[in-house]
């Protein structure tokens, strides 16, 4: 099996996608810094292993591990081993961390923040609309990374004078060119700050998720300050960047789609449509780290070896033509149906898909409604990937925002 090296500064993602799925259901891979696991690239065999109890999140499982071959200084440690909760653990611990954010993340409940997500897109909407006109705006910068940031941070109830450093301290968490001798110093770093609302939290509890969590334990549901903690980091951590790379990926895919943004300004396509094909057709994790095997599984005419590193190439699957058929690398806003797994499958789906649905549901009508007339600042090729393995993440999205609706050219 020819190993496929994974791009840490992620130049061509769609053709390292295109490699990987060629390469078969179970691709062989290295990941930066030279750690080598294996990974699934097709849908069908994507769901049965994200399903499969004989694939775990114990790192201790991991032979690499076992060996000592990963260095604490790794720059994706943080991912591969971020501490103890609900994404780390399987079975009935799994269940007892997840529940309690599960329960916060319902449909139903994430529909009452409704209001709020509303008035933050017209907030930042009418930020956009005081910014000079006729010059370019980084459309990520200014309204895809503070909309999720501020929606999260209220749930959670961090402070937003915290934001800068969370920016700071999650851009070198995620990229592959943090420099390795500053790695455990972020971590620490990272540790400190949330340690410092936890403590916040329970000296000053409130209406939030990260106060519900506190008073859980204290109640009976035994969650140690450490799980607390790395549950506050994997939902804040999660809970912005996907929806930050939505919203993102959404105005470039209807850019570099006029006639579907026609139809989707016309009404005669609906934004549910436009999120779910970006969602299946340009997602925003392109790879997932990472669960290990406890025995030999068999996946396709592959065997995934016990013991191995296994990471789920969402890029890849998005575009499986055993799934989506003989377009599947077409962008298609009317595809139906459009079963793809962008935010996982099984015990570990993302609780907070709802969230991000919604947000993007909200954020990206207001955003064209208020800009009709919104386009790239440059060719779609000019736009350009961090180095973010994990996270199909630009560095900046420059956009024209044309006249606001309503007013005189």
């Given at each position: 099996?020819?190993?496929?090296?994974?791009?840490?500064?992620?130049?061509?993602?769609?053709?390292?996608?295109?490699?990987?799925?060629?390469?078969?259901?179970?691709?062989?891979?290295?990941?930066?810094?030279?750690?080598?696991?294996?990974?699934?690239?097709?849908?069908?065999?994507?769901?049965?292993?994200?399903?499969?109890?004989?694939?775990?999140?114990?790192?201790?499982?991991?032979?690499?591990?076992?060996?000592?071959?990963?260095?604490?200084?790794?720059?994706?440690?943080?991912?591969?081993?971020?501490?103890?909760?609900?994404?780390?653990?399987?079975?009935?611990?799994?269940?007892?961390?997840?529940?309690?954010?599960?329960?916060?993340?319902?449909?139903?409940?994430?529909?009452?923040?409704?209001?709020?997500?509303?008035?933050?897109?017209?907030?930042?909407?009418?930020?956009?609309?005081?910014?000079?006109?006729?010059?370019?705006?980084d459309l990520k910068a200014e309204f895809a990374y503070p909309l999720p940031m501020n929606v999260i941070s209220e749930l959670m109830g961090v402070d937003a004078a915290d934001h800068p450093r969370l920016k700071e301290l999650f851009e070198k968490f995620f990229s592959t060119q943090t420099p390795p001798e500053e790695v455990p110093q972020m971590m620490a770093d990272l540790g400190t700050l949330f340690t410092k609302?936890?403590?916040?939290?329970?000296?000053?509890?409130?209406?939030?998720?990260?106060?519900?969590?506190?008073?859980?334990?204290?109640?009976?549901?035994?969650?140690?300050?450490?799980?607390?903690?790395?549950?506050?980091?994997?939902?804040?951590?999660?809970?912005?960047?996907?929806?930050?790379?939505?919203?993102?990926?959404?105005?470039?895919?209807?850019?570099?789609?006029?006639?579907?943004?026609?139809?989707?300004?016309?009404?005669?396509?609906?934004?549910?449509?436009?999120?779910?094909?970006?969602?299946?057709?340009?997602?925003?994790?392109?790879?997932?780290?990472?669960?290990?095997?406890?025995?030999?599984?068999?996946?396709?005419?592959?065997?995934?070896?016990?013991?191995?590193?296994?990471?789920?190439?969402?890029?890849?699957?998005?575009?499986?033509?055993?799934?989506?058929?003989?377009?599947?690398?077409?962008?298609?806003?009317?595809?139906?149906?459009?079963?793809?797994?962008?935010?996982?499958?099984?015990?570990?789906?993302?609780?907070?898909?709802?969230?991000?649905?919604?947000?993007?549901?909200?954020?990206?009508?207001?955003?064209?409604?208020?800009?009709?007339?919104?386009?790239?600042?440059?060719?779609?090729?000019?736009?350009?990937?961090?180095?973010?393995?994990?996270?199909?993440?630009?560095?900046?999205?420059?956009?024209?925002?044309?006249?606001?609706?309503?007013?005189?050219?």
């Amino acid at each position: 099996m020819t190993r496929i090296a994974l791009d840490p500064f992620v130049r061509d993602l769609d053709g390292e996608s295109a490699a990987l799925r060629a390469a078969g259901p179970l691709a062989e891979v290295e990941l930066p810094g030279g750690v080598h696991v294996y990974a699934v690239t097709r849908h069908a065999e994507a769901r049965a292993l994200l399903t499969d109890s004989r694939v775990v999140k114990d790192i201790n499982v991991w032979n690499a591990w076992q060996r000592g071959e990963i260095p604490m200084d790794w720059p994706l440690i943080g991912l591969a081993n971020p501490g103890r909760s609900m994404l780390t653990v399987d079975g009935a611990d799994h269940r007892r961390l997840r529940t309690l954010v599960a329960q916060a993340l319902t449909v139903k409940r994430v529909e009452r923040l409704r209001e709020g997500i509303e008035a933050l897109t017209n907030a930042s909407l009418e930020k956009l609309a005081a910014l000079p006109a006729g010059e370019p705006v980084d459309l990520k910068a200014e309204f895809a990374y503070p909309l999720p940031m501020n929606v999260i941070s209220e749930l959670m109830g961090v402070d937003a004078a915290d934001h800068p450093r969370l920016k700071e301290l999650f851009e070198k968490f995620f990229s592959t060119q943090t420099p390795p001798e500053e790695v455990p110093q972020m971590m620490a770093d990272l540790g400190t700050l949330f340690t410092k609302i936890v403590d916040s939290k329970r000296a000053n509890p409130g209406d939030d998720l990260t106060s519900a969590l506190i008073a859980a334990s204290e109640d009976g549901d035994h969650l140690s300050d450490e799980e607390i903690v790395n549950t506050l980091q994997l939902i804040i951590a999660a809970g912005h960047e996907t929806t930050i790379s939505l919203i993102v990926n959404v105005v470039e895919a209807l850019a570099t789609h006029p006639e579907q943004r026609k139809k989707v300004l016309n009404g005669e396509i609906g934004w549910d449509g436009v999120i779910e094909e970006t969602l299946r057709w340009n997602t925003p994790t392109s790879h997932v780290l990472i669960r290990f095997a406890t025995e030999d599984i068999e996946v396709g005419d592959r065997v995934l070896p016990k013991g191995e590193g296994l990471i789920v190439s969402f890029g890849a699957l998005g575009r499986d033509e055993e799934q989506y058929g003989p377009t599947a690398g077409e962008f298609d806003a009317t595809r139906t149906p459009n079963r793809h797994i962008a935010f996982g499958h099984g015990p570990h789906v993302c609780p907070g898909a709802a969230l991000s649905r919604l947000e993007a549901g909200i954020a990206l009508p207001a955003l064209y409604e208020r800009f009709p007339e919104l386009d790239l600042a440059v060719p779609a090729s000019e736009l350009r990937n961090k180095p973010i393995v994990t996270q199909n993440d630009l560095h900046e999205l420059p956009v024209e925002l044309g006249c606001p609706f309503g007013h005189d050219s």
